[in-house]
Structure formats: C-alpha cells, structure tokens
C-alpha cells in the first residue's frame, strides 16, 4: 500500500507539472474554458450538454461558460438540433485551442525528453492499461489528440 500511495503522488506530481507548465497558454481562461475549446477542437459541432459532460460542469454552468466564450469570439451558437443547442469554435477559439493543446503538448515533451526509446514503450504501455480503466473520454480533454487511439506516427518523426 505504501509503495502504491508513493506512485500515486508521483502520478499527480507528474499531472500537476503538466498543469503548471501550461498554464501561461489560458491566458485569462479558466481551466474549464480550456476543457470547453479542447473538446469542441475535436468536431465541427457539439451540442452543450455533451460539452458540459465532457467538462463535468452543470448544464446550466456550461451554458453560462458558453456565454463567457461567445462574449469573447472563441465560439458560436448553431441553429438548434431538436431540443439541443449546439455551439461550434470561431476561427479565433479554434487557434486559442490549438495554441493551449500544443503548450501542453510542449510541456509533457519536456518530461518525457530524457527517456529512451524502450522506456517510452513501456511507459505508453502503462499508461494504455490504466486509461482503459478510466470511465470516461472526459479524461482526454486536455490531450492534443485522443491517447486512447492507436499511435500515429507523426510525419517528422522517424518511423
């Protein structure tokens, strides 16, 4: 148990450095803000309520986090789709979103720099085992991309 609680503050070490490393992209966003943009980079349109589960807000919170967005020209709201209504970025919040996911990006890199080839293998694979134990999608909200997928190989990386 010790041993377990140990990895465990250093897994939230490592959450915590990510966040701090970070957070200079938000600018004045919230983190739930960031969550918002984050999520909604990854479709053309998405209705609020999948928004305000995936950022695990209220609905009636999300609504209010909407209003903050649009005030600020990183979204807008869509013709409604039954009962739903739907949000999409402007082309502001889509470089807003690309610009915080790739800050996190840049900051895990610079955790993961020092570790070999085999020792990424292995952590990945670690990591892929306590992921598939994780509820939720929500948990990849901040991700650039999503890390439950297969690895793709990026065109300026050798193969």
């Not at 739930?32 to 950022?55: D, F, N, Q, Y």
Request: with cysteine.
């Amino acid at each position: 148990m010790m041993r377990t609680n140990h990895i465990a503050d250093q897994l939230s070490a490592v959450s915590t450095a990510l966040e701090d490393a970070s957070v200079d992209a938000y600018g004045d966003l919230s983190t739930s803000a960031v969550a918002a943009l984050l999520i909604m980079r990854r479709s053309p349109a998405i209705s609020i309520g999948t928004v305000a589960k995936e950022v695990r807000l209220s609905h009636s919170a999300t609504v209010r986090l909407i209003d903050r967005l649009e005030k600020d020209w990183l979204v807008r709201r869509l013709r409604r789709r039954g009962r739903e209504v739907m949000v999409e970025l402007t082309v502001r919040g889509k470089r807003k979103a690309v610009e915080v996911a790739e800050a996190r990006r840049k900051a895990a890199h610079a955790l993961l720099g020092d570790i070999d080839e085999s020792q990424l293998d292995n952590l990945s694979s670690l990591l892929k085992f306590i992921l598939n134990d994780v509820e939720s999608s929500a948990c990849t909200r901040f991700c650039y991309d999503d890390p439950m997928e297969d690895e793709q190989v990026e065109e300026n990386e050798p193969a």
